[in-house]
């Protein structure tokens, strides 16, 4: 899996083809999509139109396990058939639970059908998000398949120690969702300004640098084809000590906080 991806949450169908098309041509061959951002054909269409080939690219892709349904093996596979049907594709390099919903008390029986999606290589990996320690234990208890990934928001503001160590306990990959912190305080703190300075950087290339030093998979979105090449262009340098540990320490300073739902309440 790369370790530095192209999100497109948030990218209209319309503009999910272009977008995609940018980024492949850029040098991104992970991309991570989800049935509920509606952009799973213009994604597809991206990734038919590059001409890059199936075997050089990651498509991730998540279940939409929502409120609307009851989530029986059924209707999970038919689910990531549509999911399949949309991006064009026959199989996807890593298929996610979306969230835990852990008040639904579901997705054990989701992962039954996820575990016969990988048995069958239609999912070259399954994995989860936003799934809390408590949410892996249950996983644990119930299935042999430990997850390939646990996608969770993670970036200096929100860096989530807990869960990082037990991925590393359990090799789980941690993906950084919203690894910029959507592009908002996170990118504008003054220490984040200097770091940026002193290594002669963008804001956002040191925060995507900290994420790969950390060792965390991340997938940074942006529609603005300067933005998409510059979050690319972060293999050329490092972090000095000090800027690493400067951007550590943001997480217990004054601004860290959660951006997204919190996985306990969200349905
Ligand atoms: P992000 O942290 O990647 O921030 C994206 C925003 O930051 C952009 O919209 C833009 O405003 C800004 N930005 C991007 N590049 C910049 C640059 N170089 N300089 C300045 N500003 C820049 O936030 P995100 O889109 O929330 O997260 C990334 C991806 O994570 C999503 O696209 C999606 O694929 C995934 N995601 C998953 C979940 C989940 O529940 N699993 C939730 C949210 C996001």
Do not use: C
């Not at 192209?6 to 272009?18: C, H, I, L, N, S």
């Not at 064009?88 to 579901?106: A, C």
């Not at 928001?153 to 990959?173: C, K, M, V, Y």
Request: net charge negative.
């Amino acid at each position: 899996m790369p370790q530095l991806g192209f999100g497109v949450w948030q990218v209209p169908d319309e503009e999910a083809e272009r977008a995609v098309a940018t980024a492949l041509e850029a040098g991104y061959r992970s991309i991570d999509t989800a049935a509920v951002y509606g952009n799973e054909a213009g994604t597809g269409r991206g990734l038919a139109a590059s001409g890059v080939a199936r075997e050089e690219l990651f498509v991730t892709t998540k279940l939409w396990n929502g409120p609307k349904q009851r989530w029986n093996r059924d209707a999970v596979l038919r689910a990531f058939d549509d999911s399949l049907g949309k991006l064009g594709l026959d199989h996807v390099d890593l298929y996610l639970i979306h969230w835990p919903r852990p008040m639904r008390d579901d997705f054990v029986s989701i992962w039954q059908a996820f575990e016969e999606i990988a048995a069958e290589g239609r999912a070259r990996a399954v994995g989860v998000s936003n799934f809390r320690p408590a949410d892996l234990d249950r996983l644990a208890g119930a299935s042999g398949l430990v997850p390939a990934v646990n996608q969770i928001e993670l970036h200096p503001l929100f860096p989530q120690d807990e869960l990082r160590a037990l991925h590393a306990e359990r090799g789980i990959t941690t993906e950084a969702w919203s690894p910029l912190g959507q592009g908002k305080e996170l990118l504008t703190l003054p220490a984040v300004a200097a770091i940026a300075a002193k290594h002669g950087r963008s804001a956002a290339q040191v925060v995507l640098r900290w994420h790969l030093g950390h060792g965390h998979v991340a997938i940074p979105k942006s529609v603005t084809p300067a933005r998409i090449r510059e979050n690319l262009d972060v293999f050329g340098f490092e972090l000095d000590a000090d800027a690493v540990a400067a951007l550590d320490a943001l997480g217990a300073g004054p601004a860290a906080r959660r951006i997204g739902p919190d996985p306990a309440v969200f349905d």
